[in-house]
């Protein structure tokens, strides 16, 4: 809500959620996302005076402060420069190593799928998309960047994503093309 503070909008997602929690009790809750996502000092600040990786750390800590039981992330650092999207991704395997939330996300990064999922649910493209494949993601945790390209598997991975990719690229060309096509 851009007219609400940091705090007001997490909090606000606490007593949507749980509307018989004391004020002080909420404010508790929100404080202690906040600070979970590195955000302690920002607490009145307006969204307008924040940058894209601190409103994405705003939404993150809204979303886990209502305890959820799984956590969706739909392209949660598709708008953010490179080291922006580096340091969320960090702050989300750290977070989740504190948490151990069940987290659904959902990226078009095939580096960020491999640094982030224990499991990589493939799908093909289109309004009646299904599930092509899935693969299970052997790296150990905690996972670094800079060294996960060293993993046996690492290379497998990528290259069978790259290849499904490719395919549900090719497909959706040929299927516009014969849409195109007069008999």
Do not use: C
């Not at 990719?165 to 516009?176: N, P």
């Amino acid at each position: 809500m851009p007219w609400m503070t940091v705090m007001d909008n997490i909090r606000f997602a606490i007593e949507t959620v749980n509307p018989r929690l004391s004020r002080s009790r909420q404010t508790a809750i929100a404080q202690d996302y906040i600070e979970l996502v590195g955000l302690r000092g920002a607490e009145q600040r307006h969204p307008h005076e924040l940058s894209g990786g601190m409103k994405q750390r705003v939404g993150i800590a809204r979303a886990l402060a209502i305890d959820p039981q799984i956590l969706l992330m739909d392209e949660p650092f598709g708008a953010l420069d490179a080291l922006t999207r580096g340091f969320l991704q960090d702050e989300v395997e750290r977070i989740w190593d504190q948490q151990r939330k069940t987290v659904v996300l959902i990226t078009h990064s095939i580096e960020e799928a491999l640094l982030l999922s224990d499991k990589i649910v493939m799908m093909t493209r289109g309004p009646e998309a299904k599930i092509a494949q899935i693969l299970d993601v052997p790296f150990p945790r905690p996972r670094h960047r800079e060294s996960l390209d060293q993993h046996p598997a690492y290379h497998t991975l990528k290259a069978a994503m790259e290849l499904h990719l490719s395919q549900e690229t090719r497909a959706v060309e040929e299927s516009r093309i014969r849409r195109n096509q007069t008999p």
